[in-house]
């Protein structure tokens, strides 16, 4: 069946270390999200990517990075200069990404810095 | 400058009585607008939506209320059960960004 799926549910972090979350779906969906949730606070939005081999900047993008080479797929890149990394990440998938249409999440990765 | 809140972080509300979920937003442009529920250490699941050429959409148990004067959106619940207590999210997007502007999110607790 259908779905976003995420990995790792948990991630540690060094100093200085860049590490990658990865998100699939098999929705055949042309757009893909890259979200940050802190506590107490709503989603903001970190890339987007409305078809392979393009993304755009969302409000909070400096310290990340993204690439989609494929549909399927849009690792997020979790940089050594993004300065206070610890959250939950979420990546969710739209049909289209050019209407207003609903977004559908997968379970999340909960990084944490060591 | 939130353009999307919900004013009650938390909500506690007696089983088999009404949920009512509150979201207020400042944007005249916003057009759509979705409610989604989130438990815990996961991602949120998509409840329902509402277009702002609407005042009401019903889907089940859940119900959402658009006044587009207030700009003002609300989410009834009825009856309340046990498993509806989670964190529900308000968001809402417009004609010329499809991106989705999202609230801080209610607690709803259901009692027994």
């Known amino acids: 069946d259908g779905g976003i799926t995420q990995s790792p549910k948990y991630l540690f972090r060094k100093e200085g270390q860049n590490v990658t979350l990865s998100c699939e779906q098999n929705?055949?969906?042309?757009?893909m999200y890259w979200y940050r949730q802190d506590p107490g606070q709503g989603l903001r939005l970190i890339y987007y990517s409305q078809i392979v081999n393009d993304f755009q900047k969302g409000d909070i993008a400096e310290g990340y990075s993204v690439s989609r080479e494929k549909k399927e797929s849009f690792p997020l890149t979790v940089t050594s200069a993004q300065k206070n990394p610890t959250a939950f990440y979420l990546c969710a998938s739209s049909l289209s990404g050019s209407s207003p249409e609903t977004q559908y999440f997968g379970p999340g990765t909960r990084l944490l810095v060591l | 400058d939130q353009q999307v809140k919900q004013n009650s972080p938390s909500l506690s509300v007696q089983e088999g009585r009404i949920s009512i979920l509150n979201c207020d937003y400042t944007?005249?442009?916003?057009?759509?607008f979705l409610w989604y529920k989130k438990y815990p250490a996961e991602g949120p699941t998509f409840l329902i939506s509402?277009?702002?050429i609407k005042d009401k959409n019903e889907d089940g148990r859940f119900t959402v209320f658009l006044n587009k004067s207030a700009k003002h959106l609300s989410l009834h619940i009825v009856p309340s059960q046990p498993g509806d207590s989670a964190v529900y999210f308000c968001a809402a997007s417009s004609d010329s960004n499809y991106q989705l502007i999202w609230g801080a999110g209610t607690k709803l607790i259901i009692k027994p």
């Open positions: 929705l055949n969906h042309d757009a």
């Open positions: 509402i277009s702002s």
């Open positions: 944007n005249s442009m916003f057009d759509y």
